[in-house]
């Protein structure tokens, strides 16, 4: 059974600083990277999606992926308070998603 | 947006009894998915269902039975609750690019 490992557990940076995330599967077979998002009490959001090697950026959010590795990273520039939440990375094999724990992030203002 | 709901959002049961929770999306998806979601543990994969009359086991599937009898309907069932079931359970629907959460059902075993 896949696994899907993320670090660190949690996270604390200030308000305008930069958060990196990391996530490593077990399985070569993984088709995509996916980053959610969760605020507490809420439910999962997508933020970002990643099947090839490199990097993608969309706003204040930055994701890599090394496919030889199967490592991918998450990184928020900028944070702001409102980007506390838990970070949960998952890997998809067809429609199947495995998620990691997550990364609990907190901005400090 | 995709729009997934839950019923109910939350629920009480005893140890024993038969839990159904219910699971709504008007967006057309063919796939459709139950989650455990438990501190320490992540989301965790209970069932999934391809289309209407599917249903496949995901990675956490013992205690619990799914049931899709339409497209927009997917419900997970708990014949035998027990306290182990205590969790936050989130229904998604969604496509290979992306997965649409419902708000989630906080179901209390005693």
């Known amino acids: 059974q896949q696994k899907v490992q993320q670090s660190p557990e949690s996270l604390i940076v200030p308000e305008g600083g930069m958060a990196s995330l990391n996530c490593t599967s077990s399985?070569?077979?993984?088709?995509y990277f996916w980053w959610y998002r969760q605020h507490s009490g809420k439910s999962p959001k997508m933020l970002m999606?990643?099947?090839?090697?490199g990097e993608k950026e969309e706003g204040r959010f930055t994701v890599h992926l090394n496919k030889a590795s199967l490592h991918t990273s998450l990184h928020i520039r900028d944070s702001q308070p409102s980007d506390s939440a838990l970070y949960l990375c998952?890997?998809?094999?067809?429609?199947?998603?495995?998620f990691g724990t997550g990364t609990s992030l907190l901005v400090d203002p | 947006e995709a729009a997934v709901t839950q019923s109910p959002r939350n629920k009480v049961a005893v140890t024993g009894g038969k839990v159904t929770l219910s699971c709504n999306q008007t967006?057309?998806?063919?796939?459709m998915y139950w989650y455990r979601q438990d501190t320490g543990h992540g989301l965790r994969l209970i069932h999934y269902?391809?289309?209407?009359?599917?249903?496949e086991k995901g990675d956490i599937p013992d205690g619990y039975k799914a049931s899709r009898p339409s497209q927009e309907n997917f419900s997970l069932i708990l014949e035998l609750a027990t306290p182990s079931q205590t969790s936050v359970y989130f229904c998604?629907?969604?496509?290979?690019?992306?997965?649409?959460f419902g708000p989630g059902t906080r179901l209390t075993v005693l």
């Open positions: 998604a629907s969604g496509e290979v690019v992306e997965q649409f």
């Open positions: 399985d070569r077979n993984v088709d």
């Open positions: 999606s990643i099947f090839s090697n």
């Open positions: 998952a890997a998809s094999m067809g429609y199947k998603l495995t």
């Open positions: 967006n057309n998806h063919n796939n």
């Open positions: 269902s391809y289309g209407a009359g599917s249903t």
